[in-house]
């Protein structure tokens, strides 16, 4: 009797687990090969698309040493600038990322100040600096640049404590 009570359980336990594994079996939605195939093409548009995309964009510059070329447009002489008042990120669209950055963050944005330095030429000593007050461009200026050390960059409190 106990034998027969076991067996009947266990095949009960079997019975049902291959019923509810069909069940799952042809509940589960079977993917249609066609929408499949449609979506890997859309993909592959979108992939094509995002390549060309990427391909008329501008080459970035990177940290390099020089500005773009046609930076000279913007700054008209040593002291001048025609871009006074652009955001920093705007800047950085025309003329690229400077190899050299000071920078003081302030928790409200009104107080940060960058100064960006960029070199004018291969050869020649002129560096470009660029002030930023508060992420606009307060001025520019053109001048011998020999180094960090010793530029008296820190020295402006017209810049840094205004």
């Known amino acids: 009797m106990k034998k027969t009570i076991i067996t009947t359980v266990l095949i009960s336990g079997i019975v049902t687990a291959v ?34 995309q990427l391909a008329a964009l501008p080459e970035e510059q990177g940290n390099n040493r020089q500005p773009r070329p046609g930076w000279e447009q913007y700054f008209p002489d040593h002291d001048t600038t025609t871009i006074a008042g652009k955001s920093a990120e705007e800047v950085g669209h025309l003329l690229g990322s400077p190899p050299y950055k000071i920078r003081s963050l302030a928790a409200n944005p009104v107080f940060n100040r960058e100064i960006w330095i960029f070199m004018a030429g291969e050869e020649d000593p002129t560096a470009l600096y660029l002030f930023f007050k508060g992420n606009q461009l307060w001025r520019s200026q053109l001048d011998e640049f020999n180094g960090l050390y010793g530029s008296g960059l820190l020295d402006h409190e017209e810049f840094w404590l205004d």
């Open 19 to 52: 019923i509810v594994w069909n069940l799952t079996s042809f509940l589960s939605p079977v993917p249609d090969t066609a929408e499949l195939e449609e979506q890997i093409q859309d993909l592959q548009t979108e992939n094509q698309l995002l390549k060309e």
